[in-house]
Structure formats: structure tokens, C-alpha cells
């Protein structure tokens, strides 16, 4: 069974970073994508960047330059690390993973998997 564990969410004030991680658990089969999404209260889930077990990689323009994901194959982690972080990436931050992915990760909510998110809270 596969699962998802993310860590690293926190506090920052505005112009802060955070690192987060996801790790899993279980085996994806190949080719797969993991994708890092944000959702608040007012917003549906919302891809930030994505990555396939290729190491291609896919960012919203908002996270253009900000934004860097990358993956760990021995640790089965992926992370997303976030520099120069706005008011407006607070959110909950949650890592999906999807089988069958053999392109660009989507930044769309089609992932199989999903970890219970961890929270982003950026300051002014």
C-alpha cells in the first residue's frame, strides 16, 4: 500500500523559505509523477510544481524561479524547496502520487495517492 507523509509546513514571514518533504512509503510502479498541490479554504486543490521518476519537472508560473522540487531515490522523498515565499502561498500543502505517468506531471488533481498535507502560513 502506498502512502504519503509530508513535513517541513510552518510560519515564515514574507521573503522566508521552507523545505518540504514528502516521503513514501510503498512501491509506485514506473513511470510515475509526484506533484505538490495547494489548497486553502477558499481555493480547490491546486498544483504548485510536479516531477516524474525521470526528474522532469513542471512549476506554476507563480512558482517560477521561487520554487525548486527534486527527489531522493534512495530516501523515497521528494521535496519542494521554497524561497522568497509570499502571503500568497499560504495554504495546506499536500504531496499526490499517480502510476501510469510517463510525461510532464500534471498540475491537476488526478493523483491515485495523497499524503494529509502540511501547512504553510507566510506572514506580511
Known amino acids: 500500500q502506498v502512502q504519503l507523509v509530508e513535513s517541513g509546513g510552518g510560519s515564515v514571514q514574507a521573503g522566508g523559505s521552507l523545505n518540504l518533504s514528502c516521503e513514501i512509503t510503498g512501491n509506485i510502479a514506473k513511470p510515475y509523477c509526484i506533484g505538490w498541490f495547494r489548497q486553502t479554504q477558499e481555493t480547490k486543490r491546486e498544483g504548485v510544481s510536479g516531477?516524474?521518476?525521470?526528474?522532469?519537472?513542471s512549476y506554476k508560473d507563480s512558482a517560477k524561479g521561487r520554487f525548486s522540487i527534486s527527489q531522493d531515490k534512495v530516501k523515497n522523498t521528494v521535496y519542494l524547496q521554497m524561497n522568497n515565499l509570499k502571503p500568497e502561498d499560504t495554504g495546506m500543502y499536500y504531496c499526490?502520487?499517480?502510476?501510469?505517468?510517463?510525461?510532464?506531471?500534471?498540475?491537476?488533481?488526478?493523483?491515485?495517492?495523497w499524503g494529509q498535507g502540511t501547512q504553510v502560513t507566510v506572514s506580511s
Open positions: 499526490g502520487a499517480t502510476p501510469g505517468c510517463g510525461g510532464v506531471a500534471p498540475l491537476i488533481p488526478v493523483y491515485k495517492f
Open positions: 516531477i516524474n521518476d525521470g526528474g522532469r519537472t
